[in-house]
Nanobody
Framework: QVTLVESGGGSVQAGGSLRLTCVAS????????IGWSRQSAGKEREVIAA???????VYADSVKGRFTISQDLAKNTYYLQMNDLKPEDTATYYC?????????????????WGQGTLVTVSS
């Protein structure tokens, strides 16, 4: 009943920036424990950032200091600002969340997933 749609991916040179957007639509607002994850060929999916409605955030060490997760709850929209991009950041990026509140960690299971948006970082 809730749909998440990511956008903002593309191709960028190393050291550049991109801002990903995730828009939630449908019922069952708000979403809880919204996380941004990424996956590339040959690697496991990695949850890199998460945010709660109270603005609590958590980041994976691989992106801490470079990426920032944020939200605009009035617009049902979630963002991932990615700075100082590196070739190893190349992946398909997904947003996901839950419709009920519970413990929220990076590895928390999430029920609702978007379709993903591709980010390619060239050297």
């Amino acid at each position: 009943q809730v749909t998440l749609v990511e956008s903002g991916g593309g191709s960028v040179q190393a050291g550049g920036s991109l801002r990903l957007t995730c828009v939630a639509s449908g019922n069952s607002y708000p979403m809880y424990c919204i996380g941004w994850s990424r996956q590339s060929a040959g690697k496991e999916r990695e949850v890199i950032a998460a945010i709660e409605p109270d603005e609590t955030t958590v980041y994976a060490d691989s992106v801490k200091g470079r990426f920032t997760i944020s939200q605009d709850l009035a617009k049902n929209t979630y963002y991932l600002q990615m700075n100082d991009l590196k070739p190893e950041d190349t992946a398909t990026y997904y947003c996901a969340g839950n419709v009920v509140a519970d413990v929220c960690e990076l590895d928390t299971g999430r029920d609702i997933w978007g379709q993903g948006t591709l980010v390619t970082v060239s050297s």
